[in-house]
């Protein structure tokens, strides 16, 4: 063939090719050249996350990052590039290293009957073994709307509490604690703004609704040193950014609430945006249960939005906007409500083909408002807290097997603890404010992520942070040498506006280390320390409204935790079943705890009345899951104990004589079983069971007279249990979609929530009638509850 028949670039390359190799010294024989890469959505042109990139023949591999992207270090040769991703048909594209440096690839996702969907997936097929990343979740959002849901909404915080490590008080309690922490030891952040309540109606319903979220993961243990504030876990939540080229957009209906969302081009391969609204009146469904009156009230919305503009392929911007609003009232003369508002602006700026700058800042507020409406008695206490961030980082992929990242961010904090007010002038009430709150957290950080070979990985990385307590504030002192009361109160000191009350600050290592046996088989082991400026003020079981925050100050240092795990990960069948069993051990000082009978509410001496405590909680979570076929599923078990001691000087202060006791969260023994099965023509049948151990209570063990009336004695915190709780739910989904990227398509779920109709129990209290002692149980959801829900797509 006549060299004029070939290609020009093919002409220089071969010439370089061939100057190279026969270069006396061989010196570039070795030279690297940084190749990278984007992934996308075919229909939305989204980035996609945790894309497989498999390079041949020589077997490397690497994930997309959260912005699609990826990278190798290769040398000048010709590779055949494999992207595989759950849902996505795999892609095999050729490249010749050299004349591309860069590649972008749209993924098109599978139809329904190509491949099952699993509820919890991993990223890779076989990421539970060969990823250096233990201790982690990750929610199959498309999944949520087959399984099993209670009222017709599929809920995050629901699915989330099915796995290993993850409980929660009970039926229709707000938030959920990780691995025996506290509900307020949990980092959630929505497009990296933290998120203070994650659930509507004290906990009937997560916050954030599923369609507009792209993905959604949990850290219990081997968080990241770019992330911190917390104890216990840390959740990213990231809302859609919309499609670059159509419109798209949808309902959903169901007997709860009434659900819209968009997504689209505002400007064709500049900006986009998506958009999600939900309203829901669950009055009318909530006093058919059993035990409810006609004067309750629930309503609730959110909203949540979304705009990014795309300067070229390496800059881009977004704008992220959320609010939410809860009504919810009892039976009787009291009624709450609470909003939060989420504004987040971020950015990310490839300033190499090697480094690339992320940049954020963001605002979040939640209050919460308590309504008396007894007639001369009227009244409301209003409490919040504000939350002002920016954060920056540099990612850096120093060679193919070498990734660093360092950053710092800067939070502001102003806490209202509470403002009461009367609501009527014939109201009896006197107003009362309480001090707000003021400080600042600043925290730096440093990782390094290496692959030493395709077995061994290393991700070390060092956190500081620090902490300073700011006036205006009043500060008082106690009487020594007897336990602090308002009645002990000696002096105060008045601080003014940006003086320096007190600081505190820390390091936070963390190391996680992967060790594989082979291809289907790994350990893990990891080491996190993490530090809490910032406590939840409770004695209620559950987040509630009249909970409100409290920032370290002189008497209340920061939380902090060590906590150790180890785990092995198998594969089985080419990664059919996975399985893996993770032990943990994490030892907590300087948690809040209250003295028995400390007044909270409306407290200007709320520090008298708070305890620190010491925690520890170990256990072993059981995972075993099939990926793969007609039947799909996964068995979770978690065996646990979560303790608390109080540290208190004096010992008229100590809860159960400053020995170990129960936590609200220690519920030993945690199972639950997921199924899915392919009935065929896009029918699915979905079930899931759940069995937990109760949770700790206190009952009176005697009586006491005072003033001829008898009183019952409650001595031993946590020393008793609620009966074990255990429900069946089951699912009949449809979903008319017939081939890969079809449009217009809707999915049917019907669901039976607590099939056999089980009475757990919430809660046992006792009432005193004629003398006698009675003892009556709550059950939340103490019947069966059919509901279905139809979601359309256009």
């Known amino acids: 063939m006549p060299l004029t028949s070939f290609h020009p670039r093919w002409v220089g390359a071969c010439c370089v090719i061939c100057l190279l190799y026969f270069s006396p010294s061989n010196v570039f024989a070795q030279s690297k050249i940084n190749f990278k ?64 440096t860069y590649i972008k690839v749209e993924l098109k996702k599978r139809a329904p009957t190509e491949l099952p969907e699993v509820m919890v997936l991993t990223t890779k097929k076989d990421a539970n073994v060969s990823e250096a990343k233990m201790s982690t979740v990750n929610i199959n959002l498309a999944q949520l709307r087959k399984t099993p849901i209670l009222f017709g909404e599929a809920d995050l915080l629901k699915a989330l509490q099915l796995q290993t490590g993850i409980s929660t008080i009970g039926e229709g309690a707000g938030g959920f604690s990780v691995r025996g922490g506290n509900a307020d030891q949990n980092l959630i952040l929505l497009d990296g703004a933290p998120l203070f309540n994650t659930s509507h109606l004290l906990g009937f319903f997560s916050s954030v609704s599923p369609e507009a979220v792209q993905d959604f993961t949990l850290y219990k243990g081997a968080i990241p040193a770019s992330f911190g504030g917390r104890l216990s876990s840390f959740v990213s939540l990231n809302i859609r950014p919309g499609n670059l080229d159509t419109l798209r957009y949808g309902f959903s209906i169901n007997p709860v609430s009434l659900h819209f969302f968009a997504e689209g081009p505002v400007k064709k391969q500049k900006l986009t945006f998506s958009g999600d609204a939900r309203v829901a009146f669950p009055k009318y469904i909530i006093n058919q249960l059993p035990g409810s009156a006609s004067e309750s009230n629930a309503f609730f919305y959110d909203v949540t939005g979304k705009m990014v503009y795309h300067f070229n392929d390496r800059n881009q911007v977004g704008i992220s906007l959320y609010r939410s ?34 940049y954020s800042g963001n605002i979040s507020y939640n209050a919460s408002n308590i309504n008396g409406l007894e007639p001369i008695y009227q009244f409301t206490i ?24 360092w950053g710092g961010d800067y939070i502001r904090y102003i806490v209202s603890p509470g403002m009461l007010r009367p609501t009527n002038p014939q109201s009896k009430i006197d107003p009362l404010d309480l001090r707000q709150e003021y400080g600042n957290e600043m925290a730096g950080y440093g990782l390094v992520r290496y692959d030493v070979s395709s077995l061994l990985s290393l991700e070390a990385g060092l956190r500081y942070s620090g902490f300073e307590y700011l006036g205006p504030n009043t500060i008082y002192q106690y009487a020594p040498g007897v336990a602090p009361s308002p009645e002990t109160v000696i002096d105060s000191i008045i601080y003014p506006r940006h003086k320096t009350i007190a600081s505190y600050n820390g390091w936070e290592p963390r190391i996680l280390l992967k060790i594989g046996i082979d291809e289907r088989t790994s350990i893990k082991l990891s080491y996190i320390k993490t530090q809490q400026f910032l406590q939840l003020v409770t004695n209620t079981t559950a987040i509630t409204p009249v909970d409100f925050w409290k920032l370290s100050d002189p008497m209340i240092p920061p939380a902090s935790a060590d906590q150790w795990a180890a785990g092995i990960f198998k594969n089985f069948k080419d990664n059919t079943f996975e399985g893996s069993i993770e032990g943990y051990y994490k030892r907590s000082v300087n948690l809040l705890d209250y003295a028995n009978g400390a007044s909270l509410s409306m407290n200007p001496q709320i520090d008298a009345d708070l305890l620190s405590a010491k925690g520890k909680s170990y256990g072993i979570e059981l995972n075993a899951k099939k990926t793969k076929g007609t039947i799909t599923g996964q068995l979770a078990f978690t065996w646990s104990r979560s303790l608390i001691a109080d540290v208190a000087t004096y010992a008229s202060q100590t809860v159960n004589g400053g020995a170990y006791y129960p936590s609200n969260y220690d519920r030993p023994i945690n199972l639950s079983l997921t199924g899915d099965y392919k009935l065929g023509q896009g029918w699915e049948l979905g079930t899931t069971f759940v ?6 209570t206190t009952y009176p063990d005697g009586d006491y007279l005072i003033n001829g009336t008898v009183v019952s004695n409650y001595s031993v915190r946590n020393e008793d249990r609620l009966p074990d709780y255990n429900r069946l739910d089951v699912s009949f989904a449809y979903d008319s979609r017939r081939y890969s990227g079809q449009k217009k398509y809707y999915i049917f779920n019907f669901s039976i929530y607590n099939v056999y109709a089980r009475q757990n129990a919430y809660s046992i209290y006792f009432q005193r009638n004629g003398g006698v002692l009675d ?20």
């Open 37 to 100: 890469g984007e992934v996308t959505d075919f229909d939305t042109r989204a980035p996609i996350a945790g894309v497989t990139v498999s390079l041949q023949p020589n077997g490397k591999s690497t994930i997309t990052d959260e912005k699609g992207m990826f990278a190798f270090q290769l040398s000048i040769d010709s590779y055949s590039l494999l992207f595989t991703m759950i849902g996505y048909r795999p892609l095999q594209r050729p490249i010749f290293v050299l004349d591309t």
């Open 325 to 358: 609003y809860d009504l919810y009232k009892f039976p009787g003369d009291t009624s709450y409500t609470w909003q939060s508002d989420v504004a987040a602006l971020n950015g990310r700026s490839e300033l190499s083909h090697t480094i690339s700058l992320y």
């Open 382 to 405: 209003k409490s919040f807290i504000e939350n002002q961030e920016a954060k920056i980082s540099l990612h850096y992929q120093a060679a193919e097997k070498v990734y660093t990242e």
């Open 691 to 696: 069995f937990l151990s109760g949770r700790p």
């Open 775 to 794: 003892a009556y149980q709550l059950s939340v959801f103490g019947t069966i509850i059919p509901s279905c829900t139809l979601t359309y797509y256009f």
